[in-house]
């Protein structure tokens, strides 16, 4: 892993933009796997940004993101559609039937986990963007997922709906499950891209880092199988890691 640090979240949001606009630059037909939560949400920003000043061309790329909510509708404000389409999709020129989500909405969704793993096969991820959550997730698989799953239905651990309540008018509201690619798909990424940024994230850094254990109980932990993977964090991120991580 590659980890490369940056003052603050601004700068990672930047860097992270400038990778993404170069890798459509460089290949106009790529796939793109979309995160949602307040990390990439100045990424996005930045990417509309340059949209709008520079005209990158999003015509020909498909992205599929990470996750979704059982039960809300894609009209619902704490949904990830929705998200998807207030911070990036309501900008850029992509298709909208280049753009996949799980759909959390349905009865059926084992058939939608079914349908979103032969996509997946389908449209290999040429770029994976990631954050991580305090307790080491990666899209919502929680500590103790087996590094084998594929898309599937997740009951969220207590600490991610706390976490994630922000997001809503009270825990209450934070739905008990969502619907999660696995770890093994996220590894069959070519090119993975974590950004991770706060203090608050800085013992789940310094776990990454710092621990050489690969365990399921750590789910991020599995990033270290892959041999592309790229960590943009800033320095409160990083502030409990002693070992020297590159300066940008
Ligand atoms: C979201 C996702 C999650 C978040 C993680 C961090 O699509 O897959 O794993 O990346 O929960 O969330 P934030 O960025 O809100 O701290």
Redesign the pocket.
């Known amino acids: 892993m590659n980890v490369i640090k940056v003052k603050n979240k601004e700068e990672m949001s930047q860097l992270a933009a400038k990778h993404i606009i170069k890798k459509v630059t460089d290949a106009p037909h790529s796939v793109l796997g979309l ?6 949400k100045e990424t996005y920003k930045e990417l509309v940004k340059d949209y709008i000043r520079n005209g990158t061309d999003y015509s020909l790329v498909k992205t599929i ?3 979704e909510y059982v039960g809300l509708s894609s009209e619902n404000k704490s949904s ?1 559609h929705y998200f998807m389409k207030k911070h990036l999709f309501g900008y850029l020129n992509i298709k909208e039937n280049n753009r996949y989500i799980p759909n959390g909405e349905t009865e059926d969704l084992k058939e939608v986990c079914l349908q979103y793993d032969q996509l997946i096969e389908k449209m290999v991820v040429d770029l994976q963007l ?4 305090r307790n080491g ?4 698989n929680e500590p103790g997922t087996s590094f084998n799953t594929k898309t599937h239905v997740v009951k969220l651990a207590h600490a ?1 709906r706390q ?2 309540s922000r997001f809503f008018n009270s825990i209450d509201e934070v739905p008990t499950h969502a619907i ?1 690619m696995g770890i093994s798909s996220i590894l069959k990424s070519k090119e993975i891209l974590l950004l991770v940024s706060g203090s608050h ?1 800085a013992p789940a850094m310094k776990h990454l880092i710092e621990n050489e254990a690969i365990d399921v109980q750590f789910p991020a932990s599995a990033l270290k199988k892959h041999h592309h993977v790229t960590i943009i964090a800033d320095c409160e991120a990083l502030s409990l890691v002693s070992s020297y991580v590159g300066e940008n």
């Not at 995160?35 to 990439?40: E, Q, Y």
């Not at 997730?137 to 919502?140: S, W």
């Open positions: 995160a949602t939560g307040s990390t990439p993101n990470l996750d990830y990631l954050g991580i959550g997730h990666i899209g919502f991610t976490s994630n999660t994230k």
